[in-house]
């Protein structure tokens, strides 16, 4: 079966070579299936696993836009449409520089995961453009938008393609976006997720991935004996995550010591709280330094320049910034400073050779697909909401948010128990995900 494997794993970097994000998600995910692929062999009949690594669509396009010395500007626009078994694709706009198909595929294709393992209605799919929305004026950023959309809108819809925000695509852009789309489609629809709550957007919608994530935290920690009140915990970026991320552990009686942004990190030992969590809204906008910022503003900090804060001893990781910012090194380092827990916030943080060596040593590790669902989650009850022409108040969102989180915990470790896998709760998230769209593409025949 290993050997059967292998097989799917060299297809996909056949047709996909030189995208090393979505053959390191791919081989990540295939080797956690192997039991269940052990266990239903007609899966393999009916060739399950070559049409789920391949997306069932994929869009480039051209993205021509008039910057603000009336320039022309071009850039390339995509949107991967990968599995709608569940439902219509459900996923990000992702807008920045190193936007390539590799980081699209890698995306979408956890996405598949991920949005199954909420156990909502929603297929996975992701989408971006290599356009850099920093130092760009909010005309320029709205010129590119109604470009962008303007060929995109055409193979979206409430029932088939729901965008939503990513790195680089905030309320702003998405509300750019949405007003074009409504302006050529003349509808008013749940096209959109992540609106302003004037446009219908769902309170709570900004912080909904860094409260998903603190609360699969804390139900690791309890599974495994331990309470998330007390413990130090050291977490990366300074974003929308980040920032519901520190709020809620703020929120649970832990105590947040790093952040971290494109110039280095920030010590605090004092706590990353009260106004300084308040500070984070600030930096969300400021651009390219954040650090050296909140160094001058709070002097007890300590700003260490161009470094990661994973040498930082704490008793919870939360790497909330971007892909594959955990390498092996930084994997040794935890584990030389007594690391006995890590979850997933960014998308894919931690390379497959820290992973493996994290588990070996004993750290339990809560996978992205998992963890940061919550984001997701809300984007779907946005979609339900837009639907019925309803509002959910803050309070219903954060309930049904909290619940959908300890569900996605629950599922894990049952996948665990079923397999005989012990505590490697991402195998445990790639089952459970995995196993609910399987069946859905059984039930659709071959296509």
């Given at each position: 079966m290993a050997n059967l494997v292998q097989k799917y794993i060299d297809i996909a970097k056949e047709k996909n070579a030189n995208e090393p994000e979505f053959l390191q998600t791919?081989?990540?995910?295939?080797?956690?299936?192997e039991p269940v692929l052990e266990a239903h062999p007609e899966y393999i009949e009916a060739g399950l696993i070559e049409r789920l690594i391949e997306p069932e669509r994929g869009i480039v396009f051209r993205?021509?836009?008039?910057?603000?010395?009336?320039?022309?500007?071009?850039?390339?626009?995509?949107?991967?449409?990968?599995?709608?078994?569940?439902?219509?694709?459900?996923?990000?706009?992702?807008?920045?520089?190193?936007?390539?198909?590799?980081?699209?595929?890698?995306?979408?294709?956890?996405q598949i995961f991920k949005n199954s393992l909420t156990g909502l209605?929603?297929?996975?799919?992701?989408?971006?453009?290599?356009?850099?929305?920093?130092?760009?004026?909010?005309?320029?950023?709205?010129?590119?938008?109604?470009?962008?959309?303007?060929?995109?809108?055409?193979?979206?819809?409430?029932?088939?393609?729901?965008?939503?925000?990513?790195?680089g695509v905030g309320g702003r852009e998405i509300g750019y976006m949405m007003g074009q789309y409504k302006r050529i489609t003349n509808q008013y629809d749940g096209t959109w997720t992540g609106k302003g709550t004037?446009?219908?957007?769902?309170?709570?919608?900004?912080?909904?991935?860094?409260?998903?994530?603190?609360?699969y935290a804390r139900e690791m920690l309890k599974h495994f004996g331990e309470e998330l009140k007390g413990k130090t915990v050291a977490v990366s970026g300074f974003g929308n995550v980040t920032w519901g991320t520190v709020t809620k552990l703020d929120e649970l009686g832990a105590k947040v010591i790093t952040i971290s942004g494109p110039d280095g990190y920030i010590l605090d030992e004092d706590g990353?709280?009260?106004?300084?969590i308040d500070y984070l809204l600030e930096l969300r906008s400021s651009g390219k330094n954040i650090c050296a910022p909140y160094a001058e503003k709070y002097p007890n900090a300590k700003f260490f320049a161009g470094k990661k804060p994973w040498e930082v001893k704490a008793d919870l990781y939360i790497p909330c910034a971007t892909q594959n910012e955990i390498h092996i090194e930084d994997a040794q380092t935890?584990?030389?400073?007594?690391?006995?827990?890590?979850?997933?916030?960014?998308?894919m943080p931690t390379t497959n050779e820290a992973i493996a060596y994290l588990q070996e040593n004993g750290v339990k590790v809560g996978p992205s697909k998992a963890a940061n669902a919550g984001g997701v989650a809300c984007s779907c009850l946005e979609m339900s909401q837009n639907a019925e022409h309803i509002i959910f108040s803050k309070e219903d969102v954060y309930r049904q948010l909290e619940g959908i989180m300890v569900n996605i915990f629950k599922l894990s470790v049952d996948a665990c128990e079923?397999?005989?896998?012990?505590?490697?709760?991402?195998?445990?998230?790639?089952?459970?995900?995995?196993?609910?769209?399987?069946e859905a593409m059984m039930m659709q025949g071959i296509v």
């Amino acid at each position: 079966m290993a050997n059967l494997v292998q097989k799917y794993i060299d297809i996909a970097k056949e047709k996909n070579a030189n995208e090393p994000e979505f053959l390191q998600t791919v081989e990540e995910v295939l080797m956690s299936i192997e039991p269940v692929l052990e266990a239903h062999p007609e899966y393999i009949e009916a060739g399950l696993i070559e049409r789920l690594i391949e997306p069932e669509r994929g869009i480039v396009f051209r993205v021509p836009w008039v910057d603000d010395n009336g320039k022309v500007q071009v850039n390339r626009g995509y949107r991967f449409e990968f599995n709608s078994a569940l439902g219509p694709y459900k996923g990000g706009l992702r807008f920045a520089p190193n936007v390539y198909p590799g980081i699209l595929k890698f995306l979408g294709f956890e996405q598949i995961f991920k949005n199954s393992l909420t156990g909502l209605p929603i297929g996975g799919g992701k989408g971006g453009s290599d356009f850099d929305p920093n130092g760009k004026s909010d005309a320029e950023v709205m010129r590119f938008c109604q470009s962008f959309i303007t060929e995109l809108y055409r193979h979206i819809g409430p029932n088939t393609d729901v965008p939503a925000g990513d790195l680089g695509v905030g309320g702003r852009e998405i509300g750019y976006m949405m007003g074009q789309y409504k302006r050529i489609t003349n509808q008013y629809d749940g096209t959109w997720t992540g609106k302003g709550t004037s446009n219908g957007g769902l309170a709570g919608r900004t912080e909904a991935t860094g409260f998903g994530i603190v609360f699969y935290a804390r139900e690791m920690l309890k599974h495994f004996g331990e309470e998330l009140k007390g413990k130090t915990v050291a977490v990366s970026g300074f974003g929308n995550v980040t920032w519901g991320t520190v709020t809620k552990l703020d929120e649970l009686g832990a105590k947040v010591i790093t952040i971290s942004g494109p110039d280095g990190y920030i010590l605090d030992e004092d706590g990353v709280t009260g106004d300084k969590i308040d500070y984070l809204l600030e930096l969300r906008s400021s651009g390219k330094n954040i650090c050296a910022p909140y160094a001058e503003k709070y002097p007890n900090a300590k700003f260490f320049a161009g470094k990661k804060p994973w040498e930082v001893k704490a008793d919870l990781y939360i790497p909330c910034a971007t892909q594959n910012e955990i390498h092996i090194e930084d994997a040794q380092t935890m584990v030389a400073n007594g690391c006995k827990f890590l979850c997933e916030g960014a998308n894919m943080p931690t390379t497959n050779e820290a992973i493996a060596y994290l588990q070996e040593n004993g750290v339990k590790v809560g996978p992205s697909k998992a963890a940061n669902a919550g984001g997701v989650a809300c984007s779907c009850l946005e979609m339900s909401q837009n639907a019925e022409h309803i509002i959910f108040s803050k309070e219903d969102v954060y309930r049904q948010l909290e619940g959908i989180m300890v569900n996605i915990f629950k599922l894990s470790v049952d996948a665990c128990e079923r397999y005989n896998l012990g505590d490697n709760l991402i195998a445990g998230a790639n089952i459970a995900g995995f196993e609910r769209v399987a069946e859905a593409m059984m039930m659709q025949g071959i296509v």
